[in-house]
């Protein structure tokens, strides 16, 4: 069966420490893949997807990167966080491109940073 | 740029009623839009899909339009229960098939 793991659940960081959140998928494979993050009370920003290993896009400028090392890993870092870092983080996976399928997501990262 | 857009204010109505949300887009040609519910502190979790030649689509309660000309997709929750109450979103595609973009999604609270 297909599913989506996210880690870890609820994480508090110092502002100025790294951040790594991972991301794997399985059941598919070649999926498009995507980090979303949702402050409270508030939709959906699509931060990075990726359609490929190595192929990364970014829409929101910002400390943030990620990286696809592997056709079902998603990872996504930050060499020093800032306050406005905090936030609900989200992977989801669709498959295959223009199919029509929906998108399936991890349980979520709460992120703190103080 | 392209744009989608739900009514940021929360949706208030009784139990038994007719829930509906509205979600409008801009420089998009999608093949397809789909639905999502969310409930606080979890993922969205897909509900439904309809397809650029489908004016309707229907599932238990719910009930979905797609209009391409006015840019514009209805979302129905007929005799709507308090277990209704959660985040709804609609998202679209873009025009490469790649990028997924959620609206802000609309509240949904109905009252026993």
């Known amino acids: 069966s297909q599913t989506i793991h996210q880690w870890p659940a609820t994480l508090v960081q110092p502002v100025g420490s790294p951040l790594s959140l991972e991301c794997t998928v399985e059941?598919?494979?070649?999926?498009?893949l995507y980090w979303y993050r949702q402050a409270a009370g508030r939709g959906l920003q699509l931060l990075f997807y990726?359609?490929?290993?190595?192929?990364i896009s970014s829409e929101v400028p910002q400390n943030l990167s990620a990286s696809r090392p592997q056709d079902r890993q998603f990872i996504l870092s930050s060499k020093k966080l800032l306050l406005s870092d905090s936030g609900f983080y989200l992977c989801?996976?669709?498959?295959?491109?223009?199919?029509?399928?929906?998108?399936?997501f991890g349980q979520g990262t709460r992120l703190t940073v103080v | 740029s392209q744009k989608i857009e739900q009514n940021s204010e929360a949706l208030n109505i009784q139990e038994g009623k007719t829930a509906t949300l509205t979600c409008n887009y801009t420089?998009?040609?999608?093949?397809?839009l789909q639905w999502y519910r969310q409930d606080p502190g979890r993922g969205p979790v897909f509900l439904l899909l309809?397809?650029?030649?489908?004016k309707e689509k229907r599932k238990e309660r719910l009930k979905v339009t797609f209009d391409t000309t006015l840019k514009q997709s209805l979302f129905h929750i007929t005799a709507s229960q308090p277990a209704d109450s959660a985040t709804y979103l609609c998202?679209?595609?873009?025009?490469?098939?790649?990028?997924?973009?959620f609206g802000g999604g609309t509240r949904l609270m109905v009252k026993p």
């Open positions: 989801a996976w669709i498959t295959p491109r223009w199919a029509g399928t929906e998108a399936f």
């Open positions: 059941g598919t494979s070649n999926p498009n």
């Open positions: 990726s359609v490929g290993i190595g192929q």
């Open positions: 420089n998009y040609s999608p093949a397809y």
């Open positions: 309809i397809r650029e030649n489908e």
């Open positions: 998202a679209l595609l873009d025009n490469a098939g790649n990028m997924l973009t």
